[in-house]
């Protein structure tokens, strides 16, 4: 059963099979989760919840998918999903970053600088990241980080090939200026805590 | 472009896919170099680990969601459950095979046989053993065109999706076929017995051990050609070795019990060799779209 496609699995798993829920799972939760993580601005349990709601949409709205590919159709719930959080009055994100979170972030095996150095790092990409609108940042994490492919994002998100590519190069862009003056501000910060 | 940065090797293979990433931006070589660390960043960004236990908990939440099977799909994991062993396996999907083979099939198979006994012990022939050579393969071609049919009527496709394997169905048709035959090879030795013929052991062998060889290759060539073809190519080239036999310009050909019994040996083989091909090459049968 592994070397099943994920369409053939969905239909496994919509005839009853709970052993192709199981590959279906292990295959896309950690994918999907990180996803969600990213583009949450690090909330972990807020994308293991989203995560899960995906999967239930998948179950309980399998007539939606019509003859999209099932990855790009398991991201674009997703993505709907935090972009409902992110409408949501009350769930408004809050731009800084908690420095809890941005601690979870780093590997657990990494050692006590690397994971100094991984939890700056992470907090700085994840800040430079808020910078940007919700599309471009959904658009570079489904490209860079979840590595779906153009087609794939197109799909995903519903807009032309053309747009994801835009997207992506304005997204870099942006992100390139907003990293760029963070690690100036950085550097500022250090040389007035130096003197 | 792993979540989770792992071995150099992979690092490297990481680094040239982001680059082609990039590549298909159409971006200039100033952005390439401008956006490359860039995009190495978003990709180090490690996130949180998930557990065993996050994936059970998922699990657990979506389980009520899952529709129930089918009552097909039920019946069939309970017929499943109840099975004794593979051999009881193997026999109940040879019984549901049978219904494959039509009644001309098993009638025409008896007639041959028949035909074979009653010209063997006409001595009609200065060679009792030719004629059962001749008709003892004959079986195995009619059992190869009739069971393994399916591929030339495009079915491979449902026979991939039902229960057994292709390759176990294959063992049961040629169990029902080989076993057919070996049970009109034994009322064929019964008959030549009461017949009063002499040597019926090796009359037997003439008949049992080039239907062997007939069998294993027309399977083995069907995996590369119709299964038509096949048969025809295997049978005829039998015949064509029995008729170069009997001619005065190849008298050193003689079948003696032991060379037929090689000669089923290597049919056999060839069978044995033909299924496991016919797993490995499964995509060679399948219908081209």
Redesign the interface.
Known sequence: MERLGDEQLLAA??????AA??LL??RY???L??YL??LLG?D?PLA?DL??ET??RV??QRDCRGQRPFKPWLYAIATNLARDHFKSAASRRVAPLDPLLAE?????EAGPEEQAL?QE??Q???AA?DTLSEEYRAT??L?????LS?HEIADTLDIPLGTV?SR??VG?RR??AA?SSAEERDARYEREGSR | MSYTPNESGEQDKRDTALTAALHELDATPDELREWAPVVRRLDEWSGHALTAVDEGRLLAALAPYVPAPSPVRQAIRARMAQRSGQLGWLIETARTQVSLFGLDFWLVSALITLVGVVVALSNALPDQGLILRASGPLLAYLGTVVAFRGREAGTLELELACLPSPLQLAIARLVIVLGYDIGLGAALSLALWAGGARDVLALLLSWLMPLLLVAGLALLLSLRLPIQAAASLAYGGWLAFLAIGVTPLFPALPLTPLSELLLGAVGLALLAVALLRLHTSMWRLLPIA
């Not at chain 1, 979870?104 to 657990?108: F, G, I, K, S």
């Open positions: 798993v919509l005839a009853g099979e709970m829920l199981t799972v292990k939760q950690r994918p989760t990180g993580e990213r690090g972990w293991q995560t899960q999967f239930l179950l309980r979870n972030l780093v590997a657990e991984a790092r992470g700085t990409i994840m990241l570079l994490l490209r860079f980080s979840s590595d153009l590519k992506l190069t870099l992100l390139r990293l």
